[in-house]
C-alpha cells in the first residue's frame, strides 16, 4: 500500500496530550485528555491530517519535512479567550500604591485605573498604540498561546474604539496568531459621561454599537456590568442592541460584586461570562442551563490580591463548561502567561492540571467560538501545537514562574523556536 502525503510530520513526541471534540469538555470530562506516548502528527495543508503513535503515523505518511519533537511533550497551542493587550501607557505606578495598601477599587475611584489607561490611550496615536502592543502579543505566542481574543475598551469614545479595533486588525495581520476582536466600549463610563451616566448608556446604544458594526471591526460586543460601572438594566439594554446589530456576546460578569451578570448572560445567550469571583448559587445555575462558558481569570484575583477565588468546584459540578485565561490588561493582571494561569489554575480554583489544559484549549476554544478549528490535536483541526521543555503535560503548572516553550507551530509552521 503507498503511503498518504503530508506536508510535515512531526515525530518522535515523548507524550502527546490533548482534549477532543468540537464542543466544550464539562463536569469529569474536562480531566478526560487524549495522552499519546511515542507519537506522532502529519500535518497538511496547514491542518493536522493524522495524530497518533509513531509506529501508525509513520507507517501511513509520508512528507518531505520531517520535525523530531527530541521526545518532549507535545500539546495544542494555548487559546487565550479574554485579553485587554491593546493599550497605551503602563501602571506600574498603581502596582507600587496597590503594595503599599491602596486597593484596585480605591484606585479606580480615585480617578486612576481603567479610566487612566483610557486618558494615555485617547492622546497616542494608532502607530505608537500599535508599536506598544505589538510585543505583548508577540509575547503570547512565545508562551505558547496561538489564539487570542482582543478586546477595545480604553476609548470609550467612538473615535478611540475605533482607533483600537484597527489596531486589532492591524496586529492580526502582523502575527501569525488567530485574533479575535471584541467591542468593550461599556467598560467604563468615561470621564466626560461621569454626571450623565444613561448618556453614555444612550451613546452605546444610538452612535457606538451601530458604527462599529458597520465597521465590521468586532465580533463580539462585551461589558463591565459591575457596582459603580454598568448595573444588569443598563448592561441589558445595551448587549440587547449590541445583539440585534450582530454581535455575538460576553460579560464581565460578578466579578466582585453579586449583581446577576451570570444570569444576565444566560438570559441573553451569550457565548461566555467572565470573572465570577462573587457569582450566585442561582447564577451558576443559570449558566448550567444556558450553556454559557465560565470564563475564570485566576491570573486578576491573584494580582489584585483578593480574597475570593471563583468557585470552579462548583461550576463544574454544576455541569459548566470553564475555561481559562490570562486577562492580561495594565491594571488587574498584567501578564501574557498562559502557563503562569495553569499553575494559579490548579492551587486556587482547585483544578487539576489536566482540566486546566482543557480548559486552556478546547474550552477556551469555545469560548469564543473557535471549537471547530482549534483547541484540540485532531484530524481536521488546525497544526497549532507547542513543542514543551518538558516530558509530561503536569509540568506545565509544576514548573511555575519560568518559560517552558520550546517550539511553537501555527497552521503547520514552525513560528517561535527551532528544534
Ligand atoms: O478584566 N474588569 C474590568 N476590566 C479589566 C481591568 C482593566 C484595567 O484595570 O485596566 C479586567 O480586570
Ligand atoms: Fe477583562
Not at 527530541?70 to 503594595?99: K, N, W, Y
Not at 478549528?373 to 509540568?395: F, S
Not at 519560568?402 to 513560528?415: A, E, M, P, S, Y
Amino acid at each position: 500500500m503507498s503511503k498518504k502525503r503530508a506536508d510535515l510530520l512531526i515525530t518522535n513526541i515523548g507524550q502527546l496530550a490533548t482534549p477532543r471534540g468540537k464542543k466544550p469538555a464539562r463536569g469529569e470530562k474536562m480531566s478526560n485528555l487524549r495522552v499519546i506516548r511515542d507519537a506522532a502528527v502529519a500535518v497538511k495543508d496547514g491542518d493536522l491530517t493524522a495524530v497518533g503513535t509513531g509506529e501508525k503515523v509513520l507507517h501511513d505518511y509520508t512528507a518531505p519535512k520531517e520535525l523530531d519533537a527530541g521526545g518532549h511533550l507535545v500539546t495544542p497551542g494555548f487559546v487565550d479567550p479574554h485579553t485587554h493587550i491593546v493599550f497605551a501607557g503602563s501602571r506600574e505606578q498603581e502596582f507600587e500604591m496597590r503594595c503599599q495598601g491602596a486597593s484596585y477599587k480605591e484606585i479606580a475611584l480615585a480617578g486612576g485605573g481603567i479610566l487612566s489607561t483610557v486618558l494615555a490611550t485617547r492622546e497616542a496615536s494608532e502607530d505608537e498604540i500599535l508599536d506598544q502592543s505589538l510585543p505583548r502579543l508577540k509575547r503570547c505566542l512565545e508562551f505558547g498561546t496561538t489564539t487570542v481574543e482582543i478586546k477595545s475598551g480604553y476609548g470609550l469614545d467612538t473615535a478611540t474604539e475605533l482607533k483600537m479595533l484597527r489596531v486589532i486588525d492591524r496586529l492580526r495581520k502582523k502575527t501569525p496568531l488567530d485574533v479575535v476582536s471584541t467591542f468593550l466600549g461599556a467598560h467604563e463610563v468615561p470621564p466626560e459621561y461621569r454626571s450623565d451616566r444613561d448618556g453614555y448608556v444612550r451613546l452605546l446604544i444610538e452612535q457606538m454599537i451601530p458604527a462599529v458594526a458597520e465597521s465590521g471591526l468586532a465580533e463580539f460586543t462585551d461589558i463591565f456590568t459591575e457596582q459603580h460601572v454598568f448595573d444588569v438594566s443598563q448592561s441589558r439594554r445595551i448587549l440587547q442592541a449590541a445583539k440585534e446589530a450582530g454581535f455575538k456576546l460576553r460579560l464581565h460578569a460578578d466579578e466582585i460584586v453579586s449583581l446577576g451578570g451570570a444570569q444576565l448572560a444566560a438570559e441573553l445567550q451569550a457565548v461566555s461570562a467572565d470573572h465570577l469571583g462573587a457569582i450566585s448559587a442561582r447564577g451558576i445555575k443559570a449558566l448550567a442551563e444556558s450553556g454559557t462558558i465560565a470564563v475564570l481569570l485566576p491570573g486578576t484575583t491573584f494580582f489584585i490580591n483578593l480574597e475570593s477565588y471563583a468557585p470552579a468546584t462548583a461550576l463544574k459540578e454544576a455541569g459548566v463548561a470553564i475555561a481559562l485565561s490570562t486577562d492580561c490588561n495594565p491594571g488587574s493582571s498584567m501578564t501574557e502567561s498562559m502557563q503562569i494561569i495553569q499553575t494559579l489554575a490548579c492551587l486556587y480554583l482547585d483544578l487539576p492540571p489536566a482540566e486546566a489544559l482543557s480548559a486552556s484549549t478546547l474550552n477556551a476554544a469555545c469560548a469564543i467560538d473557535r471549537g471547530d478549528r482549534v483547541g484540540t490535536l485532531e484530524p481536521g483541526k488546525q497544526a497549532d501545537l507547542v513543542i514543551w521543555d518538558c516530558a509530561d503535560y503536569r509540568a506545565i503548572p509544576y514548573h511555575y514562574g519560568v518559560n517552558l516553550v520550546r517550539t511553537v507551530i501555527k497552521k503547520g509552521k514552525v513560528v517561535v523556536g527551532g528544534l
